[in-house]
């Protein structure tokens, strides 16, 4: 067991060996949850919300759409403006 301690940020280090055994990279992300009186620190991963594609198409519309300022609220609002610009 290493001991570690939390610094101003609320922030520790995590041992090398829990890193090299875990094969933990930089910039992993974490499920942090109290079970009892543990830490549990779960890796994640994150798949993106959208495509390259769709990231292509969403950037496509805002350049056609950017002159015209329509206000939208979000939800079923901008659902249905995305739908009818988008037909």
């Given at each position: 067991?290493?001991?570690?301690?939390?610094?101003?940020?609320n922030q520790i280090t995590m041992p090398k060996e829990v890193v090299k055994r875990l094969n933990l990279k930089?910039?992993?992300l974490f499920c942090v949850d109290v079970e009892d009186n543990y830490i549990k620190l779960i890796p994640v991963d994150v798949e993106p919300r959208y495509t390259t594609e769709e990231l292509q198409v969403i950037e496509h519309i805002v350049q056609?759409?950017?002159d015209k300022a329509k206000v939208v609220k979000p939800g079923k609002?901008?659902?249905?403006y995305?739908?009818?610009i988008t037909k």
């Open positions: 067991m290493t001991i570690t301690k939390l610094k101003a940020k930089p910039e992993e056609e759409q950017k609002e901008f659902s249905s995305i739908k009818k």
